[in-house]
Nanobody, 125 residues
Framework: QVQLAESGGDLVEVGGSLRLSCEVS????????MGWFRQVPGQERKGVAT???????TYEDSVKGRFTIAQDNTKDILYLQMDSLKAEETAKYSC???????????????????WGQGTQVTVSS
């Protein structure tokens, strides 16, 4: 069982920056995928960025060059640095954990088993 707890969500102006954190605890395998996802009420949850146990990353096209996913050295904290934020990126952001089947860590929520409660990011225009 893996537990995830996000923090760092806030109200920020368009063009601003924010860093989200996700504390990871519980039993984890040596091979895994972790990711950040976001969801707007009434819409499907969508992948933003993922990272595997070796540090390989994947980004959704619209955030490339602006968002950075990373882990701390202990791999107990997952980060999402978000720069140049846009109003349409207002959403609840959640972190997730899943198995690494060595095909790359995808952006589909269905590939992930454990989820945090989420943290709200609001970008004001």
């Amino acid at each position: 069982q893996v537990q995830l707890a996000e923090s760092g969500g806030d109200l920020v102006e368009v063009g601003g920056s924010l860093r989200l954190s996700c504390e990871v605890s519980g039993y984890r395998t040596s091979s895994y995928c972790m990711g950040w996802f976001r969801q707007v009420p009434g819409q499907e949850r969508k992948g933003v960025a993922t990272i595997d146990n070796e540090g390989s990353t994947t980004y959704e096209d619209s955030v490339k060059g602006r968002f950075t996913i990373a882990q701390d050295n202990t791999k107990d904290i997952l980060y999402l640095q978000m720069d140049s934020l846009k109003a349409e990126e207002t959403a609840k952001y959640s972190c997730a954990y899943g198995a690494n089947w060595f095909l790359g860590c995808g952006l589909s929520p269905s590939e992930y088993t454990y989820w945090g409660q989420g943290t709200q990011v609001t970008v004001s225009s």
